[in-house]
């Protein structure tokens, strides 16, 4: 049933370029923005065997956020990469979040649930199925699963493994205005919950540096 739906939806090359072409019309890209992010994302590939040609746009005037798209595209907002600035090891932790997103296909689930649920006004037949997805999608496990990820390639990619806690501390800080971190929290679990994952995380990468 699902594997039927999704061939009606589409590929994911299709649909992400569609996507990406519709932000870029309100969001213009900025391509030096992008090819000064675009080697943090290459080594991270590299250090981790993941073969998939992924690339990085950064984008104008798009609120505080980076976002993994389906199928081969991670998308930073401008202010976020400039929140970065000089902060190399921060801004590879969070391009290795994405990239752990498109890796493990959870970009790719959520594009196919909300095209699902797009179609359920069309056909309630298709409700159960997209509930099931929507749930597995929106479990706030693939937010941790990606954290735990990103620490790990920064890791073998020889970026600083606290570089994540130290992006959420920052973030909590209030370095940032109140409405930017709400928006911010809406698409993913709070921070206190995260960090304390994360410094799990890291915690037994120190135990065990060769995992
Ligand atoms: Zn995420």
New binding site residues.
């Given amino acids: 049933m699902l594997s039927l739906l999704w061939n009606l939806i589409g590929d994911d090359s299709a649909a992400e370029s569609k996507a990406l072409a519709g932000m870029l019309k309100e969001h213009p890209e900025l391509p030096d923005w992008s090819g000064a992010v675009q080697p943090l994302l290459d080594r991270l590939r590299h250090y981790n065997g993941i073969q998939r040609q992924v690339v990085c746009r950064v984008l104008s005037g798009m609120p505080f956020n980076?976002?993994?798209l389906s199928h081969k595209t991670i998308v930073l907002a401008e202010s976020l990469v400039d929140f970065c600035r000089g902060q190399t090891h921060q801004m590879a932790f969070v391009v290795a979040?994405?990239l752990s997103?498109i890796h493990r296909g959870?970009a790719r689930e959520q594009s196919r649930a909300t095209a699902m649920a797009g179609m359920l006004a069309a056909n309630p037949l298709f409700a159960i199925g997209v509930k099931t997805l929507l749930n597995r999608v929106c479990s706030r496990e693939?937010?941790f699963e990606?954290d735990r990820d990103a620490i790990a390639f920064c890791h073998r990619a020889g970026y600083s493994v606290q570089a994540g806690a130290e992006f959420l501390e920052r973030l909590r800080s209030g370095e940032l205005p109140n409405g930017v971190i709400q928006q911010l929290m809406s698409?993913?679990p709070p921070l206190s919950e995260r960090l304390a994952e994360m410094r799990g995380g890291t915690e037994r990468l120190r135990a065990n540096p060769t995992e």
């Fill in positions: 980076a976002l993994a979040h994405e997103h959870h693939n937010e990606a698409t993913h």
